[in-house]
């Protein structure tokens, strides 16, 4: 399996920014996928997680109301539509492919990491 995370770079406090994670080597529909950050000198952290239609997401207090997580399973993609952007949400955001179906917070029960990529938020 293999994750490709695009879209990030530098934005302004108060702005938005839209990533996007392309998945292949399996079937996409079938699990569920995530988001998380881990920024400068911290752990790595759950962002936001839906489940393999979409039906169901999940989002961290800190980004709930200005991020939203989606997919499209006809193109193997997750989104993740980031708005109203802080200094503290600047961070490497990497999407992750769950072991099923369902919606988890817990990164352990990811399987597949993407490689990554850089959110800045200039204040």
């Known amino acids: 399996v293999q994750l490709q995370a695009s879209g990030g770079g530098l934005v302004q406090a108060g702005g938005s920014l839209g990533l996007s994670c392309a998945a292949s080597?399996?079937?996409?529909?079938?699990?569920?996928m995530g988001w998380f950050r881990q920024g400068p000198g911290k752990e790595r952290e759950f962002v936001a997680a839906?489940?393999?239609?979409?039906?169901?997401?999940n989002y961290a207090d800190s980004v709930k109301g200005r991020f939203t997580i989606s997919r499209v399973n006809a193109k193997n993609t997750v989104y993740l539509q980031m708005n109203s952007l802080k200094s503290e949400d600047t961070a490497v955001y990497y999407c992750?492919?769950?072991?099923?179906?369902?919606?988890?917070?817990?990164?352990?029960?990811?399987?597949?990491w993407g490689q990554g990529t850089q959110v800045t938020v200039s204040s």
């Open positions: 992750a492919q769950a072991r099923s179906g369902g919606l988890t917070t817990n990164r352990l029960r990811y399987e597949y």
């Open positions: 080597g399996r079937s996409f529909s079938n699990y569920g």
């Open positions: 839906i489940n393999w239609s979409g039906d169901n997401t």
